[in-house]
């Protein structure tokens, strides 16, 4: 539904410039893969748990974008739960369908890639997911995949804080908030993704410097 997908990215852009989440009555609850990102950015983990499930489970209707957007807050607030188990399922579930996909409908090879960074680190295996996560950014590196490349960065700095990886992860999220990325000082002071690194002064200095609050 084009109106509901419009409130949801309005809703989450609204987020990243002044850390406001939508309200119950802004009606953006059918705006799937939106509402997601909005339970996660609020931290309702079991909300956002259950509806992720809900889905990937889907017989149909779900294309490999938003399966893996999916994949990507089921097993985030599984681990905030703390439910490893379930988390081991997951990354064993995400690499399975990444061997699955079709090779034959033109996908970007690299694009596989982000499969096997997210199940490698729901599997908590952390130096694998970072190499496979810098080869994933440097498959972007052509001059015309700027934006390609900010996302693929924006990842793997995510990954990096999933793991504690606070030098990495401050380095490339420096850079994402002085260009036209998804990155922003409201976003990274509230988004649970940021958890594990926020406490670090070196984290804490990206939203005090007046440098990347200021306009591009």
Same mark, same amino acid.
């Given at each position: 539904?084009?109106?509901?997908?419009?409130?949801?990215v309005n809703a989450s852009i609204r987020f990243l410039l002044?850390?406001?989440?939508? *309200?119950?009555?802004? &009606?953006? %609850? !059918?705006?799937?893969?939106w509402h997601l990102l909005h339970l996660w950015y609020g /931290? $309702?983990?079991?909300?956002?748990?259950?509806?992720?499930?809900?889905?990937?489970?889907?017989?149909?209707?779900?294309?490999?974008?938003? @399966?893996?957007?999916?994949?990507?807050?089921? !097993?985030?607030?599984?681990? #905030? +739960?703390?439910? =490893?188990?379930?988390?081991?399922?997951?990354?064993?579930?995400?690499?399975?369908?990444?061997?699955?996909?079709? /090779? %034959?409908?033109?996908?970007?090879? %690299?694009?596989?890639?982000? #499969? /096997?960074? #997210?199940?490698?680190?729901?599997? !908590?295996?952390?130096?694998?997911?970072?190499?496979?996560?810098?080869?994933?950014?440097?498959?972007?590196?052509?001059? !015309? *995949?700027?934006?390609?490349? #900010?996302?693929?960065?924006?990842?793997?700095? $995510?990954?990096?804080?999933?793991?504690? @990886?606070? *030098? =990495?992860?401050?380095?490339? +999220?420096?850079? +994402?908030?002085?260009?036209? %990325?998804?990155?922003?000082?409201?976003?990274?002071?509230?988004?649970?993704?940021?958890? @594990?690194? /926020? =406490?670090?002064?070196?984290?804490?200095?990206?939203?005090?410097?007046? *440098? &990347?609050?200021?306009?591009?």
């Amino acid at each position: 539904h084009r109106g509901d997908v419009d409130r949801g990215v309005n809703a989450s852009i609204r987020f990243l410039l002044t850390g406001v989440l939508p *309200k119950p009555d802004d &009606n953006v %609850s !059918g705006a799937m893969p939106w509402h997601l990102l909005h339970l996660w950015y609020g /931290r $309702q983990f079991e909300e956002t748990a259950t509806k992720a499930a809900a889905l990937i489970g889907r017989p149909a209707g779900v294309t490999p974008a938003v @399966r893996l957007h999916a994949v990507r807050r089921l !097993g985030s607030a599984l681990r #905030w +739960l703390g439910r =490893e188990e379930a988390l081991a399922q997951v990354a064993a579930d995400v690499l399975a369908f990444e061997q699955a996909l079709d /090779r %034959s409908e033109g996908l970007d090879p %690299s694009r596989h890639d982000t #499969w /096997r960074l #997210w199940a490698l680190t729901f599997a !908590g295996k952390a130096n694998e997911a970072m190499a496979v996560g810098r080869r994933y950014v440097e498959a972007a590196s052509a001059a !015309g *995949k700027l934006a390609e490349r #900010w996302e693929r960065e924006h990842e793997l700095a $995510q990954v990096y804080a999933w793991f504690g @990886r606070t *030098k =990495e992860c401050v380095t490339l +999220l420096e850079k +994402l908030l002085r260009v036209p %990325s998804l990155v922003t000082v409201p976003y990274l002071r509230l988004a649970p993704d940021w958890d @594990r690194v /926020r =406490e670090d002064p070196a984290f804490k200095a990206l939203l005090t410097d007046p *440098k &990347n609050s200021a306009p591009l």
